[in-house]
């Protein structure tokens, strides 16, 4: 099954969909190097949940070099002989970006932005994780990070809306979407049922029911 498995997968989502842990799932079975995003590095992050307005440029100016950064690195390491999974796509510092950014601080920010990205490698899938807005505050809420304390529903809701549209335009045979409200990528079981239909070539919107033991 791993012959078929993609080389390079990366996971995406909005906050508190399961990314990290469905990551972590497919590392161990592939035995895959990982990229995983960094959010206690920015020193930003606090005071932008706090006050949005005033501290948005330097917190996605912030995310977007520290990525380049990990991209940087992660694309000049071998990627023919081993597997690779990230927990993230360069292309959702733009996503974030065009949420919170205003006009004149998002041009500034695209002009940076669109040089970097050419240098960035692309995945060779896209796992779309998603789940509504109440599910993604219950699992924020029980992580228990003090930075995300004070997230506003309306700023999830804007993500995953942004997030939907740049998955449109993600190339078919490149994609597959879940949500994750019923499927916990903690039980290996669910991970490598993902593996198997994900290295039969099937793509698209998987189905949670698939994910589900069958009846003893």
Request: net charge negative; hydrophobic share 40%.
């Amino acid at each position: 099954m791993s012959v078929a498995f993609p080389r390079y997968v990366v996971v995406e989502g909005v906050i508190g969909v399961g990314k990290t842990t469905l990551v972590h799932g497919l590392a161990t079975e592939l035995n895959a190097r990982t990229v995983f995003e960094s959010f206690d590095e920015n020193p930003f992050l606090a005071a932008f949940y706090a006050d949005q307005a005033r501290n948005a440029f330097a917190t996605e100016m912030f995310f977007l070099v520290h990525r380049f950064n990990q991209q940087e690195l992660f694309a000049q390491e071998d990627l023919i002989q081993r597997h690779a999974v990230s927990d993230y796509l360069f292309e959702k510092c733009r996503i974030f970006a065009g949420l919170t950014l205003n006009a004149h601080e998002l041009t500034l920010f695209d002009r940076v932005y669109d040089i970097l990205l050419r240098q960035i490698p692309a995945p060779d899938l896209v796992v779309y994780l998603h789940a509504p807005v109440p599910v993604l505050e219950e699992r924020i809420a029980r992580r228990g990070r003090s930075y995300e304390k004070s997230i506003d529903p309306g700023y999830l809701q804007g993500l995953e809306r942004r997030y939907r549209e740049h998955m449109q335009r993600t190339p078919a045979d490149r994609l597959v979407s879940l949500d994750t409200t019923t499927v916990d990528f903690r039980d290996a079981g669910r991970v490598r049922r993902l593996m198997e239909l994900v290295g039969s070539g099937l793509r698209g919107e998987y189905q949670p029911s698939w994910f589900v033991d069958d009846p003893a």
